[in-house]
């Protein structure tokens, strides 16, 4: 990674004050300036679904949200109207303060796990203003071909990131029992592949493996377990360009061909004649190509189908890139990304192209 994991938070609207009482009751002050009325909501999303802590309405700007709070947990508070929110840690343990600034400059104090996530992010923001401003540096030095320079730069930018990310790693080590270490671990989460999630959860306690975090990343593990090779497909269901409804298990054929694809990108249109290709070779044997677009615009889909002439199945997944959960559970982070699958809809290969595809395909058919 060029930069430091960081925890990013949507900031829809500005909080000046925050205060929890004592117990399992917390109070919730707030201002949002740039609104004058809505509907404000407390909310915390769970596997079982999303569970409203608070809500209250918008009143020329403010708001006092008031609830209950069971155990510790990762909330946003968000207005109901508008998409986005304010990601933050609600605990019991001590009163909040939290104030912020149209620059997204923000002073949040009160509560250990609150602490501990602000330790988090002044480590980052350090690290990567440091970082950057080093990166900066070399690239002068490598334009002026200063390369001793630019190599000894190198090396400082390494031991920076190693050092910046042994701080992150005690931190989390100090916090492994608790929600903040749960919550560091799903930061990032949808973009992990299965190595690299099951690292996070090795970090975590049993103890923060049972918080909701944690069950999440399992959850996540889980999943992704399931599209792993040898494991059988999941089904699906999307739609043709001509409205008509496609199950992925509806599609019958010796071998299967899952191809991920944009309108906008580039080489999936390349590789559409690669499979077409491989089509005319072996469809009379048995393959069978289901094409998926993760087009945001049904038009522009529906333009490319046309101007490429798929011959299969072509279907699009009407959330497109950024909410596909097809994408997220097959852990896509580019395409083209195409998926092989056995006559019993067993994966055989992901992300496999070009000759490395015909290759298995002609393998498959020999047995």
């Known amino acids: 990674m060029s930069n430091l994991k960081i925890v990013m938070f949507v900031f829809s609207l500005f909080l000046v004050s925050m205060a929890f009482g004592e117990g399992k009751k917390f109070k919730i002050n707030g201002w949002a300036p740039e609104l004058s009325e809505g509907e404000m909501l407390v909310i915390v999303n769970r596997l079982d679904g999303v569970d409203t802590l608070a809500q209250a309405p918008l009143v020329n700007g403010k708001f006092v949200l008031e609830g209950e709070l069971e155990k510790p947990c990762v909330a946003l508070i968000k207005v109901a109207q508008y998409n986005g929110g304010f990601i933050f840690l609600l605990d019991t343990d001590a009163p909040y303060e939290m104030r912020l600034w149209q620059d997204k400059k923000e002073e949040i104090k009160g509560g250990k796990l609150q602490e501990e996530l602000n330790a988090y992010k002044e480590i980052v923001e350090k690290a990567n203003k440091g970082m950057n ?180 199945i072509s279907v699009r997944d009407d959330n497109g890139w950024s909410k596909s959960e097809i994408r997220k559970l097959f852990g896509i982070q580019s395409i083209p990304f195409i998926v092989l699958l056995d006559k019993d809809g067993n994966i055989v290969a992901k992300n496999i192209r070009r000759n490395s595809l015909r290759e298995k395909i002609v393998e498959l058919l020999q047995k």
């Open 133 to 312: 401003k080093l990166k900066g540096e070399i690239k002068k030095a490598s334009s002026e071909k200063h390369y001793k320079t630019a190599g000894e730069l190198q090396k400082k930018l390494a031991r920076m990131r190693e050092d910046a990310q042994k701080e992150l790693d005690a931190l989390v080590e100090k916090n492994k029992d608790n929600l903040f270490a749960a919550y560091i671990q799903t930061i990032g989460m949808e973009q992990m592949n299965l190595d690299a999630l099951k690292a996070c959860y090795q970090r975590l306690s049993e103890k923060a493996r049972q918080l909701e975090p944690g069950k999440q990343v399992a959850a996540r593990i889980q999943a992704l377990e399931g599209v792993e090779v040898n494991a059988m497909a999941p089904n699906f269901t999307l739609w043709t360009p001509d409205g008509k409804e496609v199950a992925m298990y509806d599609v019958k054929g010796k071998i299967k061909i899952i191809d991920f694809w944009a309108s906008w990108c580039g080489p999936c249109r390349q590789e559409m004649k690669n499979l077409r290709e491989q089509y005319a070779e072996f469809k009379d044997q048995g393959v069978r190509i289901m094409s998926i677009s993760l087009d945001d615009s049904v038009e522009k889909w529906k333009k490319a189908c046309e101007e490429e002439q798929i011959p299969w």
